[in-house]
């Protein structure tokens, strides 16, 4: 199986509030050009399935891929943002001069958002969703839309990096990161891809 991991395209929020479930956060002009670029990139790349967030980002995301390779989008909520509890919805700046930002920097494992979850939770969230996916589709390609930091601890997962050190992998926004799976185990094939996706190889026709 391969596994494709795409972060949603462009949205208002994006570098400026923490989105995470917040209900209403749909792609901007740039995100909706960004998704339909994307679908354009992955159109010679064989997708067999494609799963989203059910957040409306990444269902925004998704649909031009799955329109052009005649596949349904189908929505998890495992494979949702990290539920960041009291926190989402404010603004960045506000957020990076509280303590628990700074803790959140240096000691991410050890956090836990108030009225939310942990990043173990949702890594441990994360990488289940991706083994019932492997369970379902074992010799195709799948593609899931989600979201910076989901993808960041899946990715982390399969590189067997620390959760500490988390966010030293970059995801940006309409990114693809590719993990294959073999009976010996997961191949990080590529990380935060935003050009060429022809080393995925090509579509069947």
């Known amino acids: 199986m391969r596994l494709l991991l795409i972060r949603h395209a462009l949205t208002p929020h994006v570098g400026n509030r923490l989105s995470g479930w917040s209900s209403g956060v749909h792609l901007s002009d740039e995100g909706r050009v ?56 404010k603004s960045l700046k506000t957020l990076a001069k509280g303590k628990m930002w700074m803790r959140l920097r240096a000691w991410p494992s050890d956090v836990r ?23 379902e589709h074992p010799k195709q390609v799948v593609a899931v839309v989600s979201h910076g930091d989901w993808i960041r601890l899946s990715v982390a997962h399969f590189l067997g990096v620390h959760i500490d050190l988390y966010r030293r992998i ?19 094939q590529v990380v935060n891809e935003t050009g060429d996706l022809t080393i995925l190889g090509r579509r069947s026709r």
Request: glycine residues 6%; aromatic residues 6%; hydrophobic residues 40%.
């Open 34 to 89: 960004q998704a339909a670029r994307l679908a354009e990139r992955l159109h010679d790349v064989q997708v067999d399935a494609i799963y989203s967030s059910p957040l409306d980002r990444a269902v925004e995301t998704a649909q031009p891929i799955a329109r052009d390779h005649k596949l349904r989008v189908r929505q998890r909520e495992e494979i949702g943002e990290v539920k960041y509890g009291e926190l989402e919805g």
């Open 113 to 135: 958002f108030p009225g939310g979850e942990s990043l173990r939770e949702t890594q441990a969230r994360a990488v289940a969703a991706i083994e019932r996916l492997r369970a």
């Open 170 to 188: 970059n995801v940006d926004p309409a990114s693809v990161s590719a993990v294959l799976f073999f009976d010996f185990g997961p191949v990080v």
